[in-house]
Nanobody, 124 residues
Framework: QVQLVESGGGLVQAGGSLRLSCVAS????????MGWFRQAPGKERELVAA????????VYANSVRGRFTISRDNAKNTLYLQMSTLKPEDTANYYC?????????????????WGQGTQVTVSS
């Protein structure tokens, strides 16, 4: 098991920036992919961005490509999401999650360890 703890959420005006962090502990050697997901009230959870832990390959949702950047610091077992040019529609609870080797990193159900989430609210 991997324990994940997110931080960095908050209230920001439209056009502003935030950086989310997710610290992993436990069996971190089993991490193959890490992802950021978000869920707004009344909406389904969606994949925002994902990264392969070793190679650093990335994938983004169309709605955030060019505005958000996912990165990781393997030495610190920490995942980041730099969010820029934030929009009110980015308002959601953001979660980090881990997927093991062999997973389809685009499928949320392949991620088997989740953090508790951090709220991001973007005011217009």
């Amino acid at each position: 098991q991997v324990q994940l703890v997110e931080s960095g959420g908050g209230l920001v005006q439209a056009g502003g920036s935030l950086r989310l962090s997710c610290v992993a502990s436990g069996l971190t050697s089993t991490i193959y992919y890490m992802g950021w997901f978000r869920q707004a009230p009344g909406k389904e959870r969606e994949l925002v961005a994902a990264i392969s832990w070793s190679a650093g390959n990335t994938v983004y949702a169309n709605s955030v490509r060019g505005r958000f950047t996912i990165s990781r610091d393997n030495a610190k077992n920490t995942l980041y999401l730099q969010m820029s040019t934030l929009k009110p529609e980015d308002t959601a609870n953001y979660y980090c999650a881990r997927a093991p080797f062999g997973s389809n990193w685009l499928r949320g159900r392949e991620y088997d360890n989740w953090g508790q989430g951090t709220q991001v609210t973007v005011s217009s």
